[in-house]
């Protein structure tokens, strides 16, 4: 056989192992599990850490403050030194709308050794405990919540959390990212398409599982287990602070659901390219642990299971090489078929699964310029801040 064929052949086969072995990660139905209402509805705090974000507060806080919530809730807003007047309108807002009360503090600098976020979370969890909630709802300045939204995660959470009954120490939904531009169309779907395969619901919702990951956008935490982690003292280096959450809970032994949301979306645009690439370059080299081999590997990787069906079927159509060019073409079928169920999931035409090969080269240069980035002293840059050297997500 060719080099073109064997090429073709061995793309099928990971996409073979992909589609059966991967925790059907390209399903969408690990979704919020319903459970009964709990007898008395525990306190819970919402701690909301918002930097610079007064933009897209008046589409996502007047959701908070509007939780059709039956126990106690409060809001606490840290505003991380932002320079657009965030603690403004977040006060303003809650004037407007009333609902759930809203108290905004502001944490200073972050110290050596902490990343904003962090610092920010550090500060906003220290307030909410002083009134002894049995929840924390960590939820980012952009994510927009359906009035039954927090009920839900409760009644999904609420238990001893044993496998018995069905509780957890940490619920957390990916939101539904917007996708409104032609980049958004393009590369939002595939984001959340790449995080499952990385880290596959089923296996990270499975008893006894070793995989954790969470969604930073929307995490109910149990208080207790989150003193028992040390969080989020114990992560205040991460970057990918959503899984590192997740994996400091797991230790702990903690007990995790992660899945897509349906009632909570994020209200954050990202019109062009460039927005979408700061998103993910910027944490894209610290979920490779900083390694120059696993970066080749992931390349290498990528180049073989998404880059080669397309261009071995042109050429092996263009040299007459039957054996390559039916190789490459199932392989892009099947790799089309497992991203339709994100496309319809984010309401996009299925017309865009074959693009998936070029999308995912935008991701392999997002890659790339990541790493860039961080041998140049200029580490993941976010919101006026630098972390040249900062810590790597967690193995699984």
Do not use: C
């Given at each position: 056989m060719s080099a073109l064929a064997w090429t073709a052949l061995g793309s099928l086969a990971a996409w073979c192992w992909l589609l059966l072995g991967q925790g059907f990660f390209w399903r969408t139905d690990q979704r919020l599990p319903g459970r009964q209402a709990p007898a008395v509805w525990p306190d819970v705090a919402v701690v909301v850490p918002a930097r610079d974000e007064a933009a897209v507060l008046p589409g996502s806080l007047p959701s908070l403050l509007g939780q059709r919530y039956p126990g106690?809730?409060?809001?606490?807003?840290?505003?991380?030194?932002?320079?657009?007047?965030?603690?403004?309108?977040?006060?303003?807002?809650?004037?407007?709308?009333?609902?759930?009360?809203?108290?905004?503090?502001?944490?200073?600098?972050?110290?050596?050794?902490?990343?904003?976020?962090?610092?920010?979370?550090?500060?906003g969890i220290a307030l909410a405990r002083a009134n002894d909630p049995e929840f924390l709802l960590l939820t980012d300045a952009d994510i927009a919540h359906e009035p039954d939204s927090l009920r839900k995660l409760v009644a999904a959470a609420h238990g001893s959390g044993d496998a018995g009954t069905g509780g957890y120490d940490l619920v957390?939904?990916?939101?539904?990212?917007?996708?409104?531009?032609?980049?958004?169309?393009?590369?939002?779907?595939?984001?959340?398409?790449?995080?499952?395969?990385?880290?596959?619901?089923?296996?990270?919702?499975?008893?006894?599982?070793?995989t954790a990951a969470a969604a930073g956008g929307c995490v109910l935490l149990r208080t207790a287990t989150a003193v028992r982690a040390n969080v989020p003292a114990s992560i205040r280096h991460a970057v990918i602070d959503d899984v590192s959450l997740a994996r400091v809970v797991r230790r702990a032994g903690g007990r995790i659901w992660l899945g897509l949301a349906e009632r909570v979306d994020s209200v954050r645009p990202y019109p062009r390219l460039a927005d979408l690439w700061r998103m993910v370059s910027r944490s894209a080299y610290a979920q490779l642990r900083h390694n120059p081999l696993v970066l080749v590997a992931t390349v290498a990787g990528l180049a073989l299971v998404y880059l080669a069906p397309p261009v071995v079927l042109a050429a092996a159509t263009a040299a007459g090489d039957p054996v390559a060019a039916w190789a490459a073409g199932l392989a892009w079928a099947v790799m089309a078929g497992t991203y339709a169920p994100m496309l319809r999931y984010y309401r996009q035409p299925l017309l865009l699964a074959p693009t998936l090969p070029f999308t995912a080269l935008l991701y392999l240069l997002m890659t790339v310029d990541s790493a860039v980035q961080h041998h140049r002293g200029r580490g993941a840059a976010w919101k006026g801040r630098t972390y040249a050297r900062p810590e790597a997500a967690p193995d699984r």
């Open positions: 106690r809730a409060e809001i606490v807003l840290v505003d991380d030194n932002s320079g657009d007047g965030t603690g403004e309108v977040a006060r303003s807002l809650a004037e407007r709308h009333g609902g759930l009360p809203l108290r905004v503090v502001t944490p200073g600098e972050p110290e050596p050794g902490w990343t904003g976020k962090l610092w920010a979370l550090r500060h957390s939904q990916m939101a539904r990212l917007r996708v409104e531009s032609g980049w958004e169309r393009l590369v939002v779907p595939a984001f959340v398409y790449f995080f499952a395969q990385l880290y596959p619901f089923r296996w990270i919702n499975s008893a006894g599982a070793r």
